[in-house]
Each structure stands twice: as structure tokens, then as C-alpha cells.
């Protein structure tokens, strides 16, 4: 079994800073690629950035420029570094891991999601 425990959502006024943290653990040989997703009020849960384990990224569009992703392997512990917050940037924010267990086979894992407001 793995564990994703997230942190650094909150309450930010339009323009300002957040930083997500999402960190692995338990059962884990090694992790692949990870994620963060993000799921608005009535909205589909969309991909926001992705990392995998070479360290190569992609954003969706309209976070380009403003989001960075990164990644620390040897605290199994994905980043998202948030510039220039939008009101349109406010969802619940859900990290994702790909992992190979140690037990074998590989799983997809989320996080219990992280609430980001950005106030106008």
C-alpha cells in the first residue's frame, strides 16, 4: 500500500504564490512518472503538469509560464510551484503518482486532493 499525504493549498488573493507538496510512501520500489490534476466546482478533473522520473514536463496551456512542477527523488515528493494565481486557477488539487511496488506490479495512486482559492 502507498500513502500520499498533500499539503500547501489555501486561501490566496489573485496574483500571489502557492506551493504544493505531495509526498510518497509505503510499498515502493520506485516512481515513475507523477501528476498534478486539478477539479473545479461542475467541472472534469483536468491534468495541470505532469514529471516523469527523467524529470521531463508538460502543462496544460493556460498554466504555462505561471506553473513549475518538480520533483525530489529521494523524498519521493512532487512540487508545484504556482505564480501569477488566477481566480480561474480555484479547484481542488490532486497530486498522482505512478509507482512500482516492491512487491511487483505498477499502481496509480491519488492524493486526498488540497483546496486552492484565489480571491479576485
Known amino acids: 500500500q502507498v500513502q500520499l499525504q498533500e499539503s500547501g493549498g489555501g486561501l490566496v488573493q489573485a496574483g500571489g504564490s502557492l506551493r504544493l507538496s505531495c509526498a510518497a510512501s509505503g510499498n515502493i520500489f520506485r516512481i515513475n512518472a507523477m501528476g498534478w490534476y486539478r477539479q473545479a466546482p461542475g467541472k472534469q478533473r483536468e491534468l495541470v503538469a505532469a514529471?516523469?522520473?527523467?524529470?521531463?514536463?508538460n502543462y496544460r496551456t493556460s498554466v504555462k509560464g505561471r506553473f513549475t512542477i518538480s520533483r525530489d527523488n529521494a523524498k519521493n515528493t512532487v512540487y508545484l510551484q504556482m505564480n501569477s494565481l488566477k481566480p480561474e486557477d480555484t479547484a481542488v488539487y490532486y497530486c498522482?503518482?505512478?509507482?512500482?511496488?516492491?512487491?511487483?506490479?505498477?499502481?496509480?495512486?491519488w492524493g486526498q486532493g488540497t483546496q486552492v482559492t484565489v480571491s479576485s
Open positions: 514529471i516523469t522520473s527523467g524529470g521531463s514536463t
Open positions: 498522482n503518482v505512478n509507482i512500482d511496488a516492491n512487491t511487483g506490479g505498477t499502481y496509480n495512486y
